[in-house]
């Protein structure tokens, strides 16, 4: 082990680490974790209203919104209806 230059206490493992998916527990990837975000199941504000209306007059896609709003794109989609919106899917 090599100490650091200008930290005394500080240890530098050279020693090569395992990958962070098989340290962590395997309930983290299952496919119920894949389906909820952060900020799912919470009840929408005014300020996600209008950001999901800035999103679709500005063609955001459908994805991108919902990542920015931490939510899952079903949430989002099922809100822009019920809002009279349509995210419309982007031509290659």
């Not at 098989?22 to 389906?35: A, G, H, Q």
């Not at 975000?37 to 999103?55: F, L």
């Not at 459908?62 to 809002?83: G, S």
């Amino acid at each position: 082990m090599a100490r650091h230059p200008y930290k005394r206490n500080l240890v530098v493992s050279l020693a090569p680490r395992p990958p962070l998916k098989e340290t962590l527990p395997r309930f983290v990837y299952s496919e119920s974790r894949k389906d909820s975000n952060i900020n799912s199941h919470t009840p929408w504000s005014k300020w996600d209203e209008q950001d999901i209306r800035y999103a679709v007059e500005h063609e955001k896609s459908l994805a991108e919104t919902a990542d920015f709003l931490c939510r899952t794109y079903k949430e989002v989609r099922h809100k822009a209806a019920a809002m009279g919106l349509r995210f419309e899917k982007k031509k290659a």
